[in-house]
């Protein structure tokens, strides 16, 4: 089997270099990118791996892609952040089968919490 991705989705820059350098110093794959189209555009749904999502975002927000992922049947845990979430939109993730729903700023030991058990939950639902 491939090795687990942590695919970064933000729109702020800054944002996904932070998350990249955290997962990268913890010995994980990662791949980022600007938006949810530009996932979109790259995803394969049978890679190994775990999403952190921002919630909004331009042109699509990250609830948005969460269905889309949902209607194609892609079962890629997601762990959202944002710096702007509310409880109902937490609750709505969380309804929709996010793994996590973790605010920015974000304490470190808990984002890669999250990022783990989410690789782990991935690794349980691709095992043969």
Known sequence: MAEPTVFIVDDHEGVRDS??????????????????????????????????????????????????????????????ISAHADIDVAVKALRAGALDFVTKPYREQQLLDSINEALAQDATAHAP
């Open 19 to 80: 998350i990249a350098e955290l997962v990268d110093s913890v010995g994980l794959r990662h791949a980022s990118f600007p938006s949810a189209a530009a996932f979109l555009d790259a995803f394969d749904p049978a890679a190994p791996g775990c999403l952190v999502l921002d919630v909004r975002m331009a042109h699509m927000s990250g609830l948005e892609l969460q269905r889309r992922l949902d209607a194609m049947g892609a079962r890629i845990p997601i762990v959202f």
